[in-house]
């Protein structure tokens, strides 16, 4: 109903518009003057029912500096390393591992060589940082070789450092022309817990009690000048020999 009404009081302004026209101006057909309103009416519908046009969304394409940067940086990733290495394993002497005080061990890592070239006889392992424990600056690393993939056994030998306490080492890796590397993450080490030595407990000996202790008990006292069978029995001679 809304849409009717301004046509209706259009068509009736033309109306009352030609039947006002002077009688000395030239008359217009009466057919013109409705096939004009009949186009303004159609243009005015036209106009009030055609919906606003939405610009078509264009996509803004990426600066070319954007795209080569990006490029550069995948490139670089990808980049292959001659010289890498990574952790396959503690052989031997895990982190935390209890040794006595001053006493000698053998360290061994399991290694893998994931770059791009061949380890030689001229590479070594070398002691980085930390606590070196008796153990080389730097050793041969193989006498054969290690190709890309290959995993190699690595050993160090080191002591106990005298003072009870926990002791971590940190190694590397050194090519032929001198050049330093290890994993991905940094170096491999070795972790260990110096402990003093536990003082052995005397053993109990009674009456008639036989063994090894009791025979070398004997043999002691024979050769301090007792007078005694050494029969590995613990009798009431050698009880009176040892209260002397």
Known sequence: MKKRSPLIFLLFTVF???????????????????????????????????????????????????????????????????NQASFVSDVTIPDNTNITVNKGFT?????????????????????????QMNGPSSQQLTNGTVAPGQTIDVSVDLKAPVSPGTY??????????????????????????????AEADWPTIKINDTGHEVFAIQHLLRAHGHDLNVDGIYGPITQARVED
């Open 16 to 82: 009352i518009f030609a039947c006002n026209l002077p009688a000395g101006t030239t008359p217009t057909p009466e057919g013109s003057i409705f096939t004009q309103a009949a186009m303004t009416i159609t243009a005015a519908a036209n106009s009030e029912g055609q919906p606003a046009t939405t610009p078509a969304e264009t996509s803004t394409p990426l600066p070319t500096s954007a795209i080569a940067t990006a490029t550069q940086a995948s490139a670089a990733t990808n980049t292959p390393v001659c």
């Open 107 to 131: 360290k061994t890592w399991r290694l893998r060589n994931v770059g791009t070239c061949t380890w030689t006889s001229g590479y070594q392992i070398i002691f980085d940082s930390g606590d």
């Open 168 to 197: 971590k080492g940190n190694w590397k890796l050194k090519d032929a022309n001198g050049v330093i590397f290890a994993l991905s993450t940094g170096p491999f080490w070795v972790q260990i817990k110096a402990v003093a030595v």
